[in-house]
């Protein structure tokens, strides 16, 4: 049985560049020996017997590399076959408008011969199985070409690198094949003038995709080559669905942010030299393929975020080309399933000139902790300061509202770490968390703000928050404290839909816990309308702290509204909840033993309107118990558990 070797001599200039740009090249100095010189037998056995297409670079006459697709006639798995371990062979329906196509067809027509560049017959690819998340790479060449048909051809490549893949972005999908497929060309303009823009159709299509196929090309510098020979790449990127986005300036610039991998930095190390790269993306439901290729620079520290918010590594690509085909894709997403979501994905970032960039701008706002109260062990509240840059707009919160703060500046990036299992989201934390805002701000602009929250286990933030009380040597439960240490974040942005509006109420609340947060910040505000607050509100609070949730309550209903009558059904399991120093005359107070009953629901719901707050099964059983007595959705509006 024949032992691979690596199939590398060293990382070559672009993947070392890329690796010292992200201060990792150190690390990874020896790595490149784990890139093996042929498939292992499970890796050869996978791309013939696991796959229902594979995504393959190719390079047009121009040199620029194109991401193709190949697949099968009828989208089913064994369209490859492996006859060694150095060699696949695909048997591939191609379909009009496919970059490949025009390769297989140069290589048939002039016997391999290629009459622009020595790389025109490099290929790799990436075959990942979308159901478990496996994926494996290879590159080489294309070693024959058999035309069968106009769009049917046998590929024998030769394989000359191989490495596993990290799987942790990808997006768990069922495929199935698709029998019967229609292409049409919707677009194919292979060669943008300067001054033109991608099709809104287009644009639509590339931020609202998860996934996309990177193809890239390093080209030897002869002095070099033959320790580092020109070679292609293939490989996937995956995120939410958005994490590309186009610039709105040009309508032809596509950003990809870098998220945290493996560290080899090939496709970016590609780029890095060749300045050029190609982005396939397909819809898994219609089989639509876009197919784009442009010049591109990898930005890295203040050059990557003065174009994407709060993201140090991106590649831009600015679109030379590109080619938009209606149902091409011969596999699709089966009927009735569901995308399984990476929980390694960071939230989607935006570009600073993009709208939604410009209100998560950072540095307008700065919020400092000056002083803070724990309630409990994992409960507690903490006041911020707001400082404002001169000439800004100041910050409007309306009561219900929730402030989303960075503080990378004051707990600073996590370390490298490939995988998480335990907690995937720790791998790209950008250390930007969302709470509601519990005091009332109405009408003012806001100086200050007071976030009641609940440390999370293993929570970066908000362990690094209650680590500072308990440092403090003053700390006693239910005594504020000042704060003296230079905790510092900047405000991101005022977010949320679920506030109190300016007129009369007649509402129910529905609190889970921690879910109570936003009806402090509203008793506040009625508090503070006073005689001019009119309505009843009913809230139901479902808790295992009883005392402490009417603590705060009261706390926030300091000056009774006294046109606005306030019920309290506290749901509990205590026996006893001890109500000394709450002021009973001027709420009323009910006790519930155990969870929220379904005939609840009927007592308090009718014509009202319907605020809900707490964890997700909670929230479900809410809206659930409220639609079974005839409340309409329209009524009710549910709060993201901050």
Known sequence: MAVSISGLKGWHPGEVAMQTKLGFAEAMASTWQKIEDRMREQHRIFHTSNLPFIPITTLDDEGRPWASIVAGADGEIGFVEGPDLKTLVVNARLWPGEPLLDTLNQYVDRNGQSPTSPERYLTAGIGIEFPTRRRNKFAGFIKDVKRTSNMDFKLNLQVDQTTGNCPKYINIRKLVGQKETKPVIAYEKRHLTQFERLPNEVIDFITSADTVFIGSVYRSDPATAEQFPSQTGMNARGGLPGFMRVSPSDGR??????????????????????????????????????????????????????????????????????????????????????????????????????????????????????????????????????????????????????????????????????????????????RVRTWTVSSAHEDRDVTWFDMTMREMKGGAVTGALFDVLRRHPRNQWERPITINEDVVAEVVGVTGDFFLGPDNVNMLWVAGGIGITPFLSMFGALSERRAKANGDVVLALSTREPEMMLRLIQSSLRHAASKVRVRIDIFTRQEYVDMEGIDTKSIQIVLHKGRIAPDYWAEVASGRDVLICGPGGFGDAAMDGLRDVGVPDENMLREGFY
């Open 253 to 430: 610039s596509v950003v990809l942010p870098d998220y945290s991998g493996n560290r080899f930095m090939s496709s970016l190390g590609n780029v890095e030299m060749s300045k050029q790269v190609g982005l396939t993306i397909v819809s898994f439901t219609t089989g639509d393929v876009l197919y784009l290729t442009g010049r591109a620079d990898n930005l890295v520290g203040p050059d990557a975020l003065n174009i994407m918010v709060k993201h140090a590594s991106i590649t831009v690509m600015k679109t030379t080309g590109f080619i938009f085909i209606r149902d091409a894709l011969p596999v699709r997403q089966q009927f009735g399933t569901e995308v399984e979501r990476s929980p390694y994905s960071p939230k989607v970032k935006y570009l600073v000139e993009e709208p939604e960039g410009q209100a998560s701008a950072v540095g307008a706002h700065k919020a400092r902790l000056t002083s803070a109260t724990q309630l409990s062990h994992d409960l507690a509240v903490f006041r911020f300061k707001v400082t404002s840059k001169p000439g800004v707009e100041p910050i409007k919160i309306r009561p219900g509202q929730a402030v989303a703060l960075d503080f990378m500046g004051w707990i600073g990036p996590p370390a490298y770490q490939h995988m998480a299992n335990s907690a995937p989201g720790s791998v790209n934390d950008d």
